[in-house]
């Protein structure tokens, strides 16, 4: 895949980066959750195309999810997520924590947490603004906006995601 894909898969991940110690995690329930993630981007004019066969190899969704991100078009996402006592207080829940970025709290509340971020890859940097707003403690929305820059190139992001408690209980989801 190629490298400016790949970089955007990596970002795609990184919705919840969360902040250093001190802050105060959002107040919501445990137990089973339901996240919708739509991301929008735009900025790489000199993006190679994927080849053919390697669209073939994807499965249906991701296929979809790549040909929308080539296009600067928007895709949508859902997954379910089991948001524990533990994961809220090491603020890793409604996120893939990664852990080579530096991250700065701007609001940190039981309903608010706002986070500018900075992240080094191999050969690329982003800079970003994530907000997650717990609106009940059953239904949390946010909103993420990154800038990519790649060999000169620019890349944004644009995310918008909501969460809904679906219950207690999380069966086989971690």
């Not at 249906?60 to 949508?76: C, D, H, L, S, W």
């Not at 706002?114 to 890859?121: G, L």
């Not at 707003?133 to 918008?160: I, P, R, W």
Request: aromatic letters at 4%; proline letters at 5%; one cysteine or more.
């Amino acid at each position: 895949m190629p490298t400016k894909v790949l970089l955007a898969l990596i970002v795609l991940s990184s919705l919840g980066l969360w902040a250093a110690d001190g802050v105060t995690p959002l107040n919501v329930k445990e137990g089973l959750w339901e996240n919708t993630v739509t991301r929008s981007m735009t900025g790489m004019p000199n993006m190679p195309a994927i080849p053919p066969e390697a669209l073939a190899k994807m499965p249906p969704e991701q296929r979809a999810r790549v040909e929308a991100m080539m296009k600067g078009g928007a895709t949508t996402d859902v997954r379910k997520e089991c948001v524990t006592k533990e994961k809220l207080e090491k603020r890793s829940a409604f996120s893939d924590n990664r852990g080579d970025c530096t991250r700065t709290v701007v609001n940190s509340t039981g309903s608010k947490l706002e986070v500018k971020f900075h992240c080094e890859e191999k050969q690329a940097s982003t800079d970003g603004t994530l907000v997650l707003e717990a609106l009940s403690s059953d239904n949390v929305k946010g909103t993420m906006h990154s800038v990519t820059n790649t060999h000169g190139q620019t890349m944004n992001m644009d995310f918008t995601f909501s969460s809904k408690y679906l219950g207690p209980a999380c069966g086989d989801v971690k």
